[in-house]
């Protein structure tokens, strides 16, 4: 991020040179493609700096969170990979570490012996709680939107994930 805020909006700038270059039918998009992978950043620069102390990562973070919503505190790693929406090697490499710094623990599953369980252990429960507490209060509270905006933008981005294919709720009616 840079320390001091741009002088003029670089993706309307590029917008501007979309058109310029006659390429105006597509220049919307660009933008709003361009815009949402730059809001990521923000947030993802955000995240980080809050969880920095934790020494976790967001994907660490999100991990030992999923395990700490389930009713055994495991799940099996195939299962976590789908939850969480990132290949099985990611998932491998967040347990890798989690492991290593005594979060999680690796076990058998126990009616299926090819499936490994990942366990949430009481240390990487009592670091998911704070950095959630940590998130909640340094982040989620004021993600950077005014709240009369932020139901708008979960709808909108909804739409986006669920036509791209992200989720399919049938008939279920959804929150957003």
């Known amino acids: 991020m840079p320390s001091q805020p741009l002088p ?33 950043q923000i947030m993802i620069a955000r995240v980080e700096e809050v969880l920095k102390p934790t020494g976790l990562t967001f994907s660490r973070y999100e991990l030992l969170a999923l395990l700490t919503f389930t009713r055994t505190g ?16 990611s998932v491998t490499n967040a347990v890798d570490r989690l492991e290593k710094a005594g979060l999680v623990r690796r076990v058998p599953h126990p009616s299926d012996r090819r ?10 429960r009592d670091l998911a709680v704070e950095a959630t507490e940590l998130l909640n209060s340094k982040v989620f509270a004021n993600p950077g939107l005014p709240a ?3 139901d708008t933008l979960v709808r909108i981005l909804a739409e986006l994930r669920r036509d791209a294919g992200d989720f399919d709720t049938g008939d279920a009616p959804t929150k957003w």
Do not use: F, N, Y
Request: net charge negative; no cysteine.
């Open 148 to 150: 009369a905006k932020l």
């Open 8 to 40: 003029l909006d670089p993706i309307e700038e590029a917008h501007r040179q979309w058109e310029a270059h006659g390429w105006g039918d597509v220049a919307d998009g660009m933008a709003a493609v361009t815009s949402v992978m730059r809001a990521q």
């Open 115 to 124: 499936a490994t369980l990942v366990e949430i252990t009481q240390q990487g």
């Open 74 to 89: 495991a799940l099996p790693m195939a299962k976590a990979s789908a939850r969480l929406q990132v290949h099985p090697t």
